[in-house]
């Protein structure tokens, strides 16, 4: 769920960012392959550009954002959880794709960021 930066993975950011180090010498300042330190370096920007849109995208598995934004056609609804808490959990069962796991995850968001009480009752709220 939500992730937090290692020293390591802050490091690589650093280098990479503002002192423009290339991958190799990351990873041989750091004891990793180049390749480590660039999946470090591309997973900490994705986690960042996911951390603009507010704690409930943070929080979401990466399966629930990314059939969020397949079905609404924009990550930007990963910023509305006010939206989705409106539409209710029984009419999001309907989407394609959108399955009883997804939905769940989706409430429990809703729940631990303060959109929704109750995430059973949200879950069987017919709108």
Known sequence: MGQQMNDQEKLVLTKRDEEGCTFTKIGSMLGITPQRARDIYIRQKEL???????????????????????HFGT???LGRPDKLAAMG?????????????????????????GYIDNPKRWLNRKR
């Open 48 to 70: 960042r550009k996911i951390e603009a849109y507010g704690p409930f995208a943070v929080i979401l598995p990466p399966v629930c954002r990314g059939r969020l934004t397949i």
């Open 75 to 77: 990550p930007d609804i």
């Open 89 to 113: 959990g029984y009419k999001m069962l309907g989407l394609a794709y959108f399955g009883t796991w997804t939905v769940t995850q989706i409430a429990e968001a809703l729940h631990k960021t």
